[in-house]
């Protein structure tokens, strides 16, 4: 093995096999802005567990969530936002994965907080395939590279 390394390195091939250094710089740099977006939710995950369960979290599905009536879904569910507040999305070349937000300092918080209550914790990765809208005058858009954006669920009560 070491043998086809050395003659790759030597022969300039394996410059191809190796990510460029600015799509490194970029993705430590996004997992470094998650790694910091993650620190609010560990802050306030206890107490939107508490207020979910009273029927009090803002769930986009459930209109009534400040209705002092609303029932518990069972679940939170964070979307990992931009340094504007909106979604964070990323193309599908991007080098961030599951994996790489999984290893941050703060999810692995997040993980220890919630599994310690006895709840259970996901990370989901959404791809986004256009806008999902076809009329007769505009077909949907295709795009070749696909973006996607990254859910955090938390549930088990």
Not at 125 to 139: A, F, K, P, R, S
């Amino acid at each position: 093995m070491k043998f086809i390394q050395k003659l790759l390195e030597r022969s300039g091939i394996s410059i191809i096999f190796q990510p460029r250094i600015d799509d490194e710089e970029e993705r430590q740099k996004t997992i470094d802005w998650i790694n910091y977006s993650l620190f609010a939710i560990v802050e306030k995950v206890a107490d939107d567990i508490e207020r979910e369960k009273l029927g009090f979290f803002p769930h986009p599905e459930n209109e009534q969530a400040l209705n002092e009536r609303a029932d518990s879904l069972g679940y939170i569910q964070y979307i990992l936002k931009d340094k504007t507040g909106g979604r964070l999305e990323l193309s599908q070349f991007s080098l961030v994965s599951c994996n790489s937000i999984k290893m941050t300092e703060n999810y692995q918080k997040l993980k220890s907080l919630v599994n310690e209550a006895g709840y259970t914790i996901e990370l989901k990765e959404i791809n986004i395939d256009g806008d999902g809208i076809e009329t007769y005058e505009e077909l949907d858009d295709y795009v070749d590279d696909y973006e996607r954006y990254f859910i955090i669920l938390i549930s088990g009560w």
